[in-house]
């Protein structure tokens, strides 16, 4: 009789359940992470050598790179801080461009936060001001950082647009 009771009572019906706060949880961690993996670029291992800010510089495409969404990026970056610039293919140096600007990167893939199908996102970036000659003027570099991955989902523009700051001036934006 104590056994029948027993089964009675224990028939998988709850007054509480675990489940909906564990996925409160995991919810609630997976909008923290993709706040944080919005945030703006940093810039890393800038080198700035003193010298005058370039007007306007040429950038020379990069076909290697598989996005395009590098150079609007780098124009719009440019013209917000006051510097016009033109695109040319990687073979012509026109000698009307005294400031070139050289990039690279690494496209990589990924399935943002609350998405299941993957989607490329510009990982890594390096930007090199050289004069017509050759000379090094300054170069700044953008990688997804660390642990966080804290720009990882965050547009190119603003991943880009901190490391075209410290190129122009030796300090982040």
């Not at 359940?17 to 800038?46: M, N, Q, Y």
Request: aromatic content about 6%; charged content about 10%.
């Amino acid at each position: 009789m104590i056994t029948v009771g027993l089964s009675h009572a224990l028939s998988g019906c709850a007054l509480f359940s675990f489940e909906p706060a564990l996925e409160l949880v995991k919810a609630s961690g997976l909008a923290v992470s993709h706040v944080v993996s919005t945030a703006p670029g940093r810039p890393i291992d800038t080198v700035h050598h003193a010298g005058p800010r370039p007007n306007s510089v040429c950038i020379t495409h990069n076909p290697m790179v598989a996005s395009s969404e590098v150079v609007p990026a780098l124009q719009t970056a440019l013209a917000q801080a006051g510097v016009s610039s033109r695109v040319y293919a990687a073979d012509t140096t026109p000698l009307a461009c005294p400031v070139w600007l050289l990039y690279s990167g690494t496209v990589t893939w990924d399935a943002p936060p609350f998405r299941s199908a993957p989607r490329a996102y510009l990982s890594t970036a390096q930007l090199t001001l050289r004069t017509m000659h050759g000379e090094v003027l300054a170069s700044s570099a953008y990688s997804v950082d660390g642990l966080l991955e804290s720009s990882k989902w965050a547009t190119t523009q603003d991943k880009l647009s901190p490391v075209v700051q410290a190129l122009l001036t030796g300090f982040g934006g």
